[in-house]
């Protein structure tokens, strides 16, 4: 147990990390002063709906809205955490002030790639809701558009793009999702993105440039594509420069133990924090891993050494192209699945990959099962649960 009572902690972080801490350490007990810095002026919101439904809500633009938060901390918006002083236990804010703490926190995220320079009005990324609505303006005039990344979330936004009527181009230089979810279900999601018409370019991009009002995507042979817009899926960097002083780095990474803990008084989750997982030690970017990692790391906070161990089975959701899956285990998969009911060609499917240990990892494809059956799945032989147990 934790044996120095905590009066004030500083949650350093607005997304849904630095939301379920904080949800989380009032449901851990604690009740004392909480603080919850964030450098957004928006309140939390879903940020996988911004490449999914939000690109094609109505112009109330909902799909993003979460629940009011009800931790009733004091909350400081608009402002970043420029730098964390362990010794005296301040976190120090942009504006110079100083925010004293027992424990803090970390859940700062990680923030968007870009290939060109940050002013190049050509280039958009997609990570906040600001992007989303300056992506949303950008399309209504029907922009022919390149998107960078052959991930999910290229993949989310070029099929939003098409959906809205544009022209659209994606540049990767490996098959799109083959890298994430693995061949089999990268040629099932490939073959439905060339049936809405989505065109392929296979070469690695190295740049974008301006180009008289245009922008243009630089690619490896020296050969560009003009586009009205180019939207960049390149990946995301975690935000810990405000850390550089704090000695809390261990090679430029920020790490955790099972318990989210950096040290006694310092807990890390989401985007920010390298784990330990059962497929070794990194950066696990999904909403469902931050929310987890947020309650292990808030309660570990308060009750110490008898707070659980984060033992991660990653569950991940894509919509794209006229296809809904949702996958529960790790990622990606190697070699065709068992088909546990559907048809994979016929439009829904629940499929399992199997692992030697008699665990696995599930996929519903375009196939209604709730989230708890899925995991079940994924962790248990087919024949121990079936699809409606």
């Known amino acids: 147990m934790s044996t120095r009572p905590l009066r004030r902690v500083v949650v350093v972080g607005n997304g849904i990390a630095g939301l379920t801490a904080s949800d989380s350490l009032r449901a851990a007990g604690f009740d004392g002063e909480l603080t919850v810095v964030g450098d957004e002026r928006h309140a939390p919101y879903s940020r996988p709906a911004l490449s999914k439904a939000a690109l094609l809500d109505a112009d109330?633009?909902?799909?993003?809205?979460?629940?009011?938060?009800?931790?009733?901390?004091?909350?400081?918006?608009?402002?970043?955490?420029?730098?964390?002083?362990?010794?005296?236990?301040?976190?120090?804010?942009?504006?110079?002030?100083?925010?004293?703490?027992?424990?803090?926190?970390?859940?700062?995220g990680s923030r968007a790639r870009r290939l060109g320079r940050g002013d190049l009005a050509g280039e958009l990324t997609l990570r906040n809701l600001d992007d989303a609505v300056t992506l949303r303006r950008r399309l209504a005039s029907r922009p022919t558009v390149v998107v960078v990344g052959g991930g999910a979330l290229g993949m989310e936004i070029a099929s939003g793009c098409l959906a809205v009527g544009c022209e659209v181009t994606l540049v990767s230089r490996d098959r799109p999702l083959v890298h994430q979810l693995g061949p089999y279900l990268s040629d099932v999601f490939a073959a439905a993105a060339d049936r809405h018409g989505l065109r392929h370019a296979a070469s690695h991009a190295v740049g974008v440039r301006d180009a008289g009002g245009h922008p243009q995507v630089v690619l490896a042979d020296g050969s560009v594509l003009e586009a009205e817009l180019v939207v960049s899926a390149v990946g995301d960097d975690p935000n810990l420069e405000w850390l550089a002083t704090s000695g809390l780095l261990t090679d430029g990474r920020l790490t955790v133990d099972t318990r989210g803990r950096v040290r006694p008084d310092v807990v890390a989750a989401g985007d920010v924090a390298t784990i330990l997982t059962r497929r070794g030690v990194g950066r696990v970017p999904l909403w469902t891993s931050a929310i987890e990692q947020s309650k292990i790391a808030a309660t570990a906070l308060v009750r110490g050494d008898d707070a659980p161990q984060l033992d991660l089975q990653p569950y991940f959701w894509t919509e794209q192209f006229g296809l809904n899956l949702k996958a529960s285990g790790f990622l990606p998969l190697a070699g065709p699945p068992e088909v546990v009911d559907g048809d994979p060609h016929d439009g829904a499917a629940l499929l399992r990959w199997a692992r030697d240990d008699g665990s696995g990892t599930a996929v519903a494809l375009n196939y209604r099962i709730p989230v708890p059956r899925l995991r079940r799945l994924s962790a248990t032989a087919p024949a121990a649960v079936s699809p409606a147990a």
């Open 60 to 108: 109330d633009m909902t799909s993003h809205h979460l629940p009011a938060p009800t931790h009733e901390a004091v909350e400081i918006l608009g402002v970043r955490a420029s730098r964390l002083d362990v010794e005296r236990k301040v976190v120090v804010l942009g504006d110079g002030t100083g925010l004293p703490y027992d424990a803090v926190v970390i859940a700062t």
